[in-house]
């Protein structure tokens, strides 16, 4: 659906794979993935079923994904997996999210930490991301450090955890947290609502260094540019997305 609403709006074609490959082994069963024929320009919903490859055999890409805020919106970023967070709009779409800040949180005791899968680790040839991050913010700070991920994902889904080091839920994960850092983890937003810096390692929306995790940055003002850059199913299937991504995508 949300396929043919994007093909819909940008006056587009949704493209069949050529064949079907297995293509991902989880504890739930086998993911059928697919090749598909080398194509310049491609839009695709997450990096599964294939769509990694297309996406590197492309000239350009637009990624779809889950959106930054409230259910059923969906970000959309050309070629890159999420927005750099630069613009210069208002806080109108924000706030129609009832997203209330907390204030700065400055008494934090531990380092939270939230891992890529490890789809997304293979597509960003980041595969070895969790230990190389705890091993350097491990020189340049003594605090504990805390893992946020998906518990019940399947196996083999995220990184390996080692049993020394606690795995939380996010909300509890963040009540103890100084810092929060990740990739690209929408965990990032939910930090910064919550009054918690966050370090950012991607290099499409680099905030902070793990050699300054004791003097974070305290921003959110780009929040609100993150809000211009996801849409409804519905505004993404009248064009509203494609024209706004055309315009400052």
């Given at each position: 659906?949300?396929?043919?609403?994007?093909?819909?709006?940008?006056?587009?074609?949704?493209?069949?794979?050529?064949?079907?490959?297995?293509?991902?082994?989880?504890?739930?069963?086998?993911?059928?993935?697919?090749?598909?024929?080398?194509?310049?320009?491609?839009?695709?919903?997450?990096?599964?079923?294939?769509?990694?490859?297309?996406?590197?055999k492309s000239k350009e890409f637009w990624y779809i994904d889950h959106g930054y805020f409230g259910?059923?919106?969906?970000?959309?970023?050309?070629?890159?997996?999420?927005?750099?967070?630069?613009?210069?709009?208002?806080?109108?779409?924000?706030?129609?999210?009832?997203?209330?800040?907390?204030?700065?949180?400055?008494?934090?005791?531990?380092?939270?930490?939230?891992?890529?899968?490890?789809?997304?680790?293979?597509?960003?040839?980041?595969?070895?991301?969790?230990?190389?991050?705890?091993?350097?913010v491990k020189k340049y700070t003594d605090r504990e450090i805390i893992i946020s991920q998906k518990?019940?994902?399947?196996?083999?889904?995220y990184p390996d955890i080692k049993n020394d080091i606690p795995n939380l839920p996010i909300d509890?994960?963040?009540?103890?947290?100084?810092?929060?850092?990740?990739?690209?983890?929408?965990?990032?937003?939910?930090?910064?609502?919550?009054?918690?810096?966050?370090?950012?390692?991607?290099?499409?929306?680099?905030?902070?260094?793990?050699?300054?995790?004791?003097?974070?940055?305290?921003?959110?003002?780009?929040?609100?540019?993150?809000?211009?850059?996801?849409?409804?199913?519905?505004?993404?299937?009248?064009?509203?997305?494609?024209?706004?991504?055309?315009?400052?995508?």
């Amino acid at each position: 659906m949300l396929s043919q609403a994007f093909a819909k709006g940008c006056k587009g074609k949704l493209i069949k794979p050529l064949r079907k490959v297995n293509h991902l082994k989880t504890m739930e069963g086998i993911s059928l993935g697919g090749v598909f024929p080398e194509l310049e320009n491609i839009a695709t919903f997450g990096v599964l079923r294939g769509c990694d490859s297309a996406i590197k055999k492309s000239k350009e890409f637009w990624y779809i994904d889950h959106g930054y805020f409230g259910k059923g919106n969906y970000r959309i970023t050309r070629n890159a997996l999420l927005h750099n967070g630069e613009g210069n709009h208002d806080w109108n779409r924000f706030n129609k999210f009832n997203n209330k800040f907390s204030n700065w949180k400055r008494n934090g005791k531990c380092v939270v930490i939230c891992a890529p899968s490890t789809p997304m680790s293979k597509f960003l040839n980041i595969e070895n991301w969790l230990s190389n991050t705890i091993e350097k913010v491990k020189k340049y700070t003594d605090r504990e450090i805390i893992i946020s991920q998906k518990i019940n994902s399947p196996k083999g889904y995220y990184p390996d955890i080692k049993n020394d080091i606690p795995n939380l839920p996010i909300d509890e994960a963040l009540d103890k947290a100084w810092v929060l850092i990740t990739d690209h983890s929408n965990t990032m937003v939910t930090s910064l609502i919550k009054g918690v810096p966050i370090i950012c390692t991607n290099t499409n929306r680099k905030i902070g260094a793990l050699d300054r995790v004791e003097k974070p940055i305290y921003n959110r003002e780009w929040l609100k540019n993150l809000a211009y850059n996801q849409w409804s199913l519905e505004e993404i299937e009248k064009g509203k997305a494609w024209k706004e991504l055309n315009m400052w995508g």
